[in-house]
Every structure is written in structure tokens, then in C-alpha cells.
């Protein structure tokens, strides 16, 4: 239980600080402690969507920050943002194509596209729904990966 706490926590400021790689903690994890693969991959999930739920938020409350309205507007990325806000409404299952693959295979890369998911105001169900799939079977990838070359040597 300790060790799931503990990737719950690591995976969650992994979401937030770079240097901090949840995918080099379950490499090690896996191969160290007795944890079933899925709970381990569920850990760090919930600990990563968590915090990306925050980028997430953040890009929809950045909108309302006058002094990034006005940045934006002078740099014309407010006609951008609101030109991708219309294609997001206007084919929704790309949308969320593009954000299952983000959060499973890392390109572009999650934060950024939970940040910009939030500005083009993707509703927070589908990110958390496709967002927590694609993190599970990224993680669930990374650990089962591990465990399967650990067994060969």
C-alpha cells in the first residue's frame, strides 16, 4: 500500500515538475517491489490525471487573465484560440483522438495539449475519460515492459 501511495504522489509532481519522470520511477518500481502490474499502472495514473487536471483548469481560468487577453490579442493568438475552440466543437472525435494520443504515447506532449484542452474548452469528463485511458495504457506498457525484460535476464 505504501508503495502505491508513494506512486500516487510521484506521478502527481511528475505531472507538474519535468525533471521528476514518472516513467524511470515505475521502470524501477517494477522491478523492485512485488506490486501487481494494473495497480501500479491505476497509481499512476490517478496521480498524473490529477495533476493534469490542473493544467487543465488553468488553461480554462488563463482565458479570463486580462493581461493575457491583451497579449494575446496583440500577438493575434486570441483569433487562434478561437478558431481552434470552433474546429474542437466542430469534429469532436478528432479532438479527442488527438488527446487519447497524447496521454498514451506523449506527442504532443500531455501537458500542453491539457493546458490548450482547457482553453478550447474540451469538457472536463471526456479529458479526464480519455486522458486516464491513455495514461493507463501507457503506464500500464511501461511497467509490463519492465517486468517482461526483468524476467529475461
Known amino acids: 500500500m505504501t508503495v502505491l501511495l508513494a506512486t500516487v504522489g510521484v506521478c502527481l509532481v ?6 521528476v519522470n514518472a516513467e524511470a520511477y515505475l521502470g524501477v518500481v517494477a522491478t523492485q517491489e512485488p506490486v501487481a502490474w494494473w495497480a501500479l499502472a491505476l ?3 490517478l496521480g498524473q490525471m490529477i ?3 490542473g493544467f487543465f483548469l488553468l488553461g480554462r481560468q488563463s482565458l ?3 493581461w493575457l487577453a491583451r497579449r494575446m490579442a496583440q500577438t493575434k493568438l486570441d483569433r487562434w484560440v478561437d ?4 474546429t474542437t466543437d466542430s469534429r469532436p472525435y478528432a479532438t479527442w483522438a488527438v488527446l487519447l494520443a497524447s496521454a498514451a504515447v ?4 500531455f501537458a500542453v495539449i491539457s493546458f490548450l484542452a482547457g482553453q478550447v474548452r474540451v469538457s472536463l469528463t471526456a479529458f479526464v475519460v480519455l486522458g486516464s485511458v491513455g495514461r493507463f495504457v501507457r503506464f500500464a506498457g511501461i511497467v509490463l515492459g519492465v517486468e517482461s525484460l526483468a524476467d529475461l535476464v
Open 14 to 19: 511528475s505531472a507538474w515538475v519535468p525533471v
Open 64 to 66: 479570463s487573465w486580462r
Open 106 to 109: 506523449g506527442i504532443p506532449p
Open 51 to 53: 495533476g493534469k487536471i
Open 43 to 45: 497509481a499512476a495514473t
Open 83 to 86: 478558431w481552434m475552440t470552433r
